[in-house]
């Protein structure tokens, strides 16, 4: 069951970041082929938090990117055995590492294949709510015992 639910949520995380509407995305220069990329670390959360109309635009794009990523690492040691039993530090660092590697890939992939924004404060957010899911499911576990 864990195991059909983490597919789930990766067929859904992969349907939104790459086919869902794109409301409020990031900006930075057009690259080549005019693709839009942002290196700068807090620049789209800076540019989105102080020209939005509303607090709910930013509200919605920053707690939705966190939000995005955190069933990755809540489901990802749920899923894997060894993760079940590991120490609470080896336990966290390979959901997040893993966490960061994905998030990578898909902005790499929104970069190369879409007409979406690859943003490194999209991968500071998802790498954020990935460590969040973690601590909840380590959270729980000591609940558990």
Known sequence: MIAFLFFAYTFLLLYTVFFA?????????????????????FLSIYNIATYSDTVWIPLRILVG?????????????????????????SGMIT???????????????QFLFTMRVANVDDVILNTLGGTLG???YRIM???RK
């Open 95 to 109: 959901p997040i590492i893993l966490s960061f590697l994905l998030s990578v890939t898909i902005e790499i992939n």
């Open 134 to 136: 973690v601590l909840i």
């Open 141 to 143: 576990r000591l609940i």
């Open 21 to 41: 509407w794109n409301h409020g995305s990031s900006y930075g220069p057009a690259g080549p082929g005019g693709r839009n990329y942002n290196l700068e670390p």
């Open 65 to 89: 990117n966190v939000i995005l990523f955190m069933p990755f690492g809540f489901l990802f040691p749920l899923m894997v055995e060894k993760f079940r039993k590991a120490r609470v530090v």
